[in-house]
């Protein structure tokens, strides 16, 4: 095996892509890198461009189910036009000093999740700076006031740095960017589908960020928080790798740096009927939701041996929670803020399983998740129902996105 390049990772066998890097044969003075990659076949706008030995994104949706075992080495495409900038990234040295993690929206769930992850002592959250930026300037120097004035009497531990910051230098310096800007949620008395409806204004005002982030060769985490999160994650990985005819470019944002922050939330609501029922500690363990933070979401109670009724009613919770609090006239966001956001970025930027809408089938899909580089789904054992209705649900949203013209057909 010959390979490529000095850094903390290495190509194998590819001196094609390694001329591209300009990374030269590996030098026996710098040791074994962490990571060898090998070149993998697949279609670059459907699936991840970098890929962990333990996930293998030919399986399609059934990575939800079944472990890679395949592969000894992390896998990339050579065929995706942007995966060098993204090798390079990958090959520098880790940073040591945790992460710079930037929030656009501060708005209710913005804010909230502002104030969680600003609370949490740098130790504990691996975040030392956070970034904050509104289009509302009166805004965006209030929560600088309100995120400096956290503070702990006599406390040692180290809270985030809260700065301000333009949408440039959100992109020059963070590694984790949060997307929670919104052009406007559908006011109390609002009927129907309240998260839709935020799709093209949304969208719109994600391209705006999306430029940015192109200009500053931005190759961090980018993160949806705001509705209609799935379709918006879709349109993040869509709108920049397309030219104006809406043709594959690649040059734009690996789809495996992209996830969709709302499924938490959605947990949230179904634990909370199951400790009503005083199962929580059980669900907790055994349980999981599937799909979008939408009315479509699923949860269950045991992946392996579900009981459908009580299924059903975490379900119905996940789903209905969030009209129960309109109706009682406000609008939701602190459980959002906290559990999509404030409690969910930690555990993901530390590499252990969450909750995240993640590229799977050609789609982003709520599921269980971690991030090793990119962020992908982690396999459960689930039972054949459970299977069967998570694989009718991203068939059904399949079709939703080749109908709202999200999904590249397949080669
Ligand atoms: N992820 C979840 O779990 C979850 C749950 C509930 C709601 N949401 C969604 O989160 C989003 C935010 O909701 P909210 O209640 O905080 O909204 P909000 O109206 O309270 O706040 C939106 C903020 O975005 C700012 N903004 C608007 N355009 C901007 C731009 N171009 N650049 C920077 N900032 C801009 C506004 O100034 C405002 O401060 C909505 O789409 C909502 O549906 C997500």
Redesign the pocket.
Known sequence: MKLFGQGRAALADDPATAERLEWGARRRSRGDPDIILEPRSGDPRREPWIAPPWFDPARGLDALRRRSGRRARWSYLPTAPGVVRYLDRLAAPRQQTGWCVGI????????VAATALAAVPTGRSGIRELLV????AA?QERWVLELGSIAQWRGRDMLPVVRPAT?GQLFERCDAFLF??????PPLGSRGD??MV?FEP?RS?LR??LADARAADYTGLFLV???P?EWLAQAAFRDSNSDRAGRFTGHGIAPERVA???L??MWGRALAAARQEGLKEVVARRGAAYGP?STDVLAFDDLENPDFPLSRRLTRSAREC?FKVRDLGH???VG??L???GLMLPPLLAGREVLASVLVGGIYFGAPARMAWGVHPTPHRVSGEIWAAISSLHESLQSQARSLGLEWPAL
Request: hydrophobic share 35%.
């Open positions: 656009a929206g501060l708005g209710r769930v913005g804010g930026h509104d289009a509302d805004n949408t929670a800007a919104t052009d406007s949620v309240v998260r935020q949304n005002i705006g960020f928080v705001s509705d999160i969709g922050l709302g938490g939330v933070h969030n609008v939701p966001y959002p803020g559990s999509s956001v």
